[in-house]
């Protein structure tokens, strides 16, 4: 069965701290693995991956990806409270399939 | 990015009536939208896969009869929750796939609906 492990589950953190999200993967076919962020509505897109090793980077987020070891990364460097959201991670494996994870919360202390 | 738009973004409803939550691709046709669910604290449970011009697909659990999906259009899907009950009190949010099935896939999403049943 595909699925899609983020961890921590929940991460609190003070102003000015980097962090690192995590999710794991197992999937029959994999396209490519999407970043959101949610805070209090809808998901909104940060980031896609779809080759190992390439960083994508957005300010202080950046991601990677590693196809072989089947992760990938997003890291938030300088966090703000502004930043204090659930972090998703999906994989899309083809013909209208994303598999979501559980997401991780992050809250950003002041 | 795509915008999807999706109305209302509450509602409160008494306990037996039928809410109907729309969801509208603004600047792209999308043949397959997506509805979740989401409890508090939790990551998105898809509840079905919504497609153009022919029935939706549920996922396990999700009731048929309850949540009726409509795609009537290249643009709009629509969830009407039937009956509702203060268990179906919860955060009801669509998405659209942009990509067309292919590719490495696009999802964006509705703004999401805040269901309350009282």
């Known amino acids: 069965e595909d699925k899609v492990v983020q961890s921590p589950l929940s991460l609190v953190v003070h102003e000015g701290d980097t962090v690192t999200l995590n999710c794991s993967y197992e999937?029959?076919?994999?396209?490519?693995l999407l970043w959101y962020k949610q805070e209090k509505k809808a998901p909104t897109f940060l980031f896609m991956l779809t080759s190992s090793g390439i960083e994508k980077k957005s300010g202080r987020l950046s991601s990677i990806l590693d196809k072989k070891e089947l992760f990938s990364i997003l890291n938030i460097t300088a966090t703000q409270t502004g930043d204090s959201a659930i972090y998703l991670c999906?994989?899309?494996?083809?013909?209208?399939?994303?598999?979501f994870g559980t997401g991780t919360r992050l809250k950003v202390l002041a | 990015g795509a915008v999807v738009s999706q109305h209302p973004s509450r509602v409160i409803c008494k306990s037996g009536t039928s809410v109907k939550i729309e969801c509208r691709s603004l600047d792209f046709q999308a043949t397959t939208m997506f509805w979740y669910r989401q409890f508090p604290k939790q990551s998105l449970m898809l509840m079905a896969t919504?497609?153009?011009?022919?029935?939706?697909?549920?996922e396990q659990g999700v009731e048929k009869d309850k949540f009726l999906i409509n795609h009537a259009s290249l643009t709009l899907s629509t969830l009407t929750v039937t009956s509702a009950h203060p268990e179906d009190s919860s955060f009801y949010i669509c998405?659209?796939?942009?990509?067309?099935?292919?590719?490495?896939?696009?999802?964006?999403f509705g703004e999401g609906s805040r269901l309350t049943v009282l």
């Open positions: 998405s659209a796939d942009t990509s067309g099935g292919g590719g490495t896939g696009e999802l964006f």
């Open positions: 999937v029959t076919n994999f396209r490519s």
């Open positions: 999906a994989v899309y494996s083809g013909t209208y399939k994303y598999i």
């Open positions: 919504s497609n153009e011009g022919s029935k939706a697909t549920y």
